[in-house]
């Protein structure tokens, strides 16, 4: 099974710009990703959208962010981040059967041979994560509810530290036994998030913690103390392709998405003998 991970697009209204700058275009790299995903071989199975689909939760910016979606053939699942706003995105996506009627946007997929399970970690107004009693709760539940079958968590906010002061203040504040849930969870395979722009790898419980990189621009930090960004870097946007392997081994690998591909037929190269 192959599963496209997606996330932080900040889409804002047609002719704005994220940040009110031209060189973000944010657009473009929504756009690109989707294009590149439609001609993969083989095609991904589904694509988890882990949050931040726009970054001020309007409904025009949600409009604008299902514009540039139009063209995507596979099946879209995703999860609201700190920019987006629950209620707008719900609306947004009340045609996708997976998005629940009322509460909070999360829910499990059971169609595949890896069972995901989406978490709603937003806290309406804040950059932080959370989950609240009824959330942990849900997550209990929806981690009892099959104990056999390989299962997938996504959530927006990162469950771990990763040493960087404003990352780090900003991560999904979670209950105590948290931790001891994940472990409990003898199929959990691992976790994939979103929120921090760069690639990281972490761990929590035993588990694999994968942060995927975005699709806009990254935040930069001169030193990982730094309360304040110094500046946006235009990296390429980056898709995630997740690859579960004869039912044993998640595999995950980044694609960075470059402004032109260039490539060198490998027969017209001089070889040397190593
Ligand atoms: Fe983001
Ligand atoms: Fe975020």
Same mark, same amino acid.
Request: contains cysteine.
């Given at each position: 099974?192959?599963?496209?991970?997606?996330?932080?697009?900040?889409?804002?209204?047609?002719?704005?710009?994220?940040?009110?700058?031209?060189?973000?275009?944010?657009?473009? *790299?929504? /756009?690109?990703?989707?294009?590149?995903?439609?001609?993969?071989?083989? *095609?991904?199975?589904?694509?988890?959208?882990?949050?931040?689909?726009?970054?001020?939760?309007?409904?025009?910016?949600?409009?604008?962010?299902?514009?540039?979606?139009?063209?995507?053939?596979? #099946?879209?699942?995703?999860?609201?981040?700190?920019?987006?706003?629950?209620?707008?995105? *719900?609306?947004?996506?009340?045609? %996708?059967?997976?998005? #629940?009627?009322?509460?909070?946007?999360?829910?499990?997929?059971?169609?595949?041979?890896?069972?995901?399970? /989406?978490?709603?970690?937003?806290?309406?107004?804040?950059?932080?994560?959370?989950?609240?009693?009824?959330?942990?709760?849900?997550?209990?539940?929806?981690?009892?509810?099959?104990?056999?079958?390989?299962?997938?968590?996504?959530?927006?906010?990162?469950?771990?530290?990763?040493?960087?002061?404003?990352?780090?203040?900003?991560?999904?504040?979670?209950?105590?036994?948290?931790?001891?849930?994940? %472990? *409990?969870?003898?199929?959990?395979?691992?976790?994939?998030?979103?929120?921090?722009?760069?690639?990281?790898? %972490?761990?929590?419980?035993?588990?694999?913690?994968?942060?995927? #990189?975005?699709? /806009?621009?990254?935040?930069?930090? /001169?030193?990982?103390?730094?309360?304040?960004?110094?500046?946006?870097?235009?990296?390429?946007?980056?898709?995630?392709?997740?690859?579960?392997?004869?039912?044993?081994?998640?595999?995950?690998?980044?694609?960075?998405?470059?402004?032109?591909?260039?490539?060198?037929?490998?027969?017209?190269?001089?070889?040397?003998? %190593?």
């Amino acid at each position: 099974m192959l599963i496209a991970h997606l996330t932080d697009s900040h889409i804002v209204e047609k002719d704005k710009f994220w940040l009110a700058h031209p060189l973000t275009k944010t657009e473009d *790299r929504l /756009a690109k990703a989707i294009n590149h995903l439609n001609q993969l071989t083989p *095609r991904p199975d589904i694509v988890i959208f882990t949050g931040d689909l726009t970054d001020e939760g309007t409904e025009a910016a949600y409009q604008h962010f299902q514009e540039i979606l139009q063209p995507l053939q596979i #099946p879209l699942f995703v999860i609201p981040g700190n920019h987006d706003c629950r209620e707008t995105m *719900r609306h947004a996506f009340h045609k %996708s059967s997976y998005i #629940p009627k009322q509460g909070f946007l999360h829910y499990t997929i059971e169609d595949y041979p890896l069972r995901l399970i /989406a978490l709603d970690t937003l806290l309406e107004g804040e950059g932080k994560g959370g989950l609240c009693e009824e959330r942990f709760q849900w997550l209990q539940d929806a981690l009892k509810q099959d104990n056999n079958k390989p299962t997938l968590l996504f959530m927006h906010h990162p469950p771990v530290k990763i040493g960087m002061s404003l990352f780090d203040s900003i991560r999904c504040f979670t209950p105590t036994s948290f931790e001891q849930t994940l %472990s *409990r969870a003898q199929n959990l395979v691992g976790i994939v998030c979103g929120h921090y722009h760069h690639f990281c790898m %972490s761990s929590l419980a035993g588990k694999p913690c994968f942060l995927a #990189p975005s699709l /806009a621009p990254v935040h930069y930090f /001169a030193h990982p103390t730094d309360q304040d960004v110094t500046a946006l870097q235009l990296d390429e946007p980056a898709i995630t392709l997740h690859n579960w392997l004869e039912g044993t081994t998640l595999t995950s690998q980044i694609i960075r998405l470059k402004e032109d591909y260039k490539r060198l037929d490998w027969t017209k190269l001089t070889k040397q003998a %190593s």
